[in-house]
């Protein structure tokens, strides 16, 4: 790979507003040199409709889920049918971002028949509207299956999470010449195959920025620098919900788990010292009726 400097972006204050109708992924390809996308993982029906009022272009319910939602060591285990579980919940509280799943460890590898039952119950019973799948070289008859079937796909190359193992760990993809051309390659042959648009994760940002110069559908970015048509984050990362990793490229915007800690902690004593609940979380009982039942019970006690 030649070096050269990063190509320029086009400038951003002009770009089109968000549309308030649905998204779907004829937007998001639309948004490639126009504006950047934003793009946030949910897990279920709350957070999700948080997010979605925000304006959130697109909501991942990532196979993270295992390790976010059920406090797993990775993603390997998430099945399908977990998937379809969580999907729904964020499908009925969505109505403008573009909702995409993850397609889970060996539902799709395995062959273009298996990935089209995996991703039509993720879109039948899931409500989704478009999945994500890791991988390019061996996939890429799965993913034209796909496209093919009328499901859009998003691309997914670099830090592959369900490759951890033959990656040998949580490591930045990409760094010599020759890694960064295979990505290249795969990131073009993923375009196409009819991938809509890609998540780049943990990639040295000039590899990033010369893979979204050259497709023309959008990159977008997890630890990939600047240079990407959008960017995504775990929901519960960028919150500050949990603890459990602090990947390098992850910004806090907010510290809930302070807050939630803080919180409950005060319920506690609250609840210990009898300051709660107060009269004003109570329920009254008008005065005759209160001394019908404790006529009722001196009626009875007398019986």
């Not at 010449?177 to 990505?183: E, F, I, P, Q, S």
């Amino acid at each position: 790979m030649s070096v050269h400097p990063s190509p320029e972006r086009p400038a951003t204050t002009d770009a089109p507003a968000r549309p308030r109708r649905p998204v779907g992924t004829l937007d998001v390809r639309a948004a490639k040199g126009a504006r950047r996308i934003a793009m946030l993982t949910a897990y279920d029906a709350p957070t999700a409709a948080l997010v979605d009022a925000c304006d959130i272009d697109i909501i991942l319910v990532g196979d993270s889920l295992g390790m976010v939602m059920l406090g797993r060591d990775d993603t390997l285990s998430v099945t399908v049918d977990e998937m379809v579980h969580h999907c729904r919940a964020v499908t009925g509280s969505v109505s403008r971002a573009l909702v995409v799943a993850d397609m889970p460890f060996l539902s799709y590898e395995t062959s273009p028949a298996d990935a089209l039952r995996s991703a039509g119950r993720l879109f039948r019973e899931g409500g989704v509207r478009a999945v994500k799948l890791e991988g390019a070289g061996p996939y890429l008859p799965q993913i034209r299956a796909l496209v093919d079937a009328g499901i859009p796909v998003m691309g997914h190359i670099g830090l592959t999470p369900q490759r951890v193992a033959q990656l040998g760990g949580f490591r930045v993809q990409g760094k010599t010449a020759d890694a960064a051309r295979r990505l290249l390659d795969d990131a073009l042959a993923l375009e196409q195959a009819g991938c809509f648009s890609m998540v780049l994760e943990c990639v040295p940002s000039p590899v990033a920025a010369r893979i979204t110069a050259a497709l023309t559908i959008p990159t977008i970015g997890i630890g990939a620098g600047p240079d990407c048509d959008g960017q995504v984050l775990v929901l519960h990362d960028m919150l500050g919900l949990q603890d459990r990793i602090a990947p390098r490229f992850v910004k806090r915007y907010a510290n809930l788990a302070g807050q939630v800690t803080a919180a409950v902690t005060a319920y506690k004593e609250e609840v210990e010292n009898g300051a709660f609940p107060g009269p004003e979380h109570g329920f009254a009982m008008s005065d005759e009726e209160l001394r019908q039942l404790d006529a009722d019970g001196d009626g009875q006690r007398k019986g």
